[in-house]
């Protein structure tokens, strides 16, 4: 096989959305270098572009078989159980659509921050079901997503069941298991405008209008500043939050 070839096919694939992916690059190139886990790090395309980009990089999966870089760390785990990494380890994790394919996602949370340094940093993503056109779309068909129980979202190399979990995971959810982790949330983003979304904008208007009658206690209950923020109703198919670990 000829030797340029043979290395296209081992590079790195990308098994999230493409935005997303440039969107976590956007975020890492401002911030200070150190220590990073890659979790799930699937086929190893962030840890790439990383390591490139001058972060010391660790790679943690379910699936060791997908994995295609050399030369960088690399420990097969499963987010359902213990991480196989010792305490306050880690400046940075990066789990890139990964925590909605767990059953125990608060437990997964409290493993990054036992794992993270004080004052560490959790750059997590997760499917974006409340933007407004996942919202009209339960409207009419009664469903956010095709894809919440699909089981081949890419080629397995593990038998482990836990590989081909999904969960169909909320933004309060995820919003209240940060805060009982003791994780301050920095900021989130959309991985992009979603501009078909835009002849929506008169019932964004509603919501917000709905917001602002609201009491303190249901703003607080269901999280209401952020799940009718722009960001979430028409910032993309996937979010991306940035949390603290409390030093």
């Not at 043979?6 to 190139?29: C, D, N």
């Not at 799930?40 to 001058?54: E, F, I, K, N, V």
Request: proline share 4%.
């Amino acid at each position: 096989m000829d030797e340029n070839k043979k290395q296209t096919i081992q590079m790195p694939k990308i098994l999230t959305r493409k935005e997303s992916h440039r969107k976590v690059i956007e975020i890492f190139q401002g911030k200070p270098r150190g220590k990073v886990l890659d979790i799930p790090c699937g086929q190893g395309a962030l840890t790439s572009r990383l390591r490139d980009m001058g972060f010391d990089v660790s790679c943690c999966d379910i699936d060791a078989g997908l994995f295609r870089l050399d030369g960088i760390p690399f420990k097969q785990g499963n987010l359902n159980n213990q991480l196989p990494y010792d305490d306050a380890s880690f400046d940075y994790i990066a789990s890139i659509a990964g925590i909605h394919r767990v059953h125990r996602f608060p437990y997964a949370l409290s493993e990054f921050h036992r794992i993270l340094k004080p004052g560490g940093e959790l750059i997590l993503s997760f499917p974006n079901y409340s933007n407004m056109e996942r919202r009209a779309k339960f409207l009419f068909t009664g469903t956010v997503s095709k894809i919440v129980n699909a089981m081949s979202i890419h080629e397995h190399y593990t038998d482990d069941p836990d590989a081909l979990f999904r969960q169909l995971l909320l933004f309060p959810q995820v919003y209240f298991s940060l805060l009982k982790n003791n994780f301050t949330i920095i900021s989130m983003a959309g991985d992009k405008l979603k501009y078909r979304s835009l002849v929506l904008l008169p019932l964004w208007f509603l919501i917000k209008i709905l917001q602002l009658v609201a009491s303190r206690e249901t703003k607080d209950k269901l999280c209401l500043e952020w799940t009718s923020s722009f960001t979430m109703l028409f910032g993309g198919n996937n979010l991306i939050i940035m949390a603290r670990k409390a030093g």
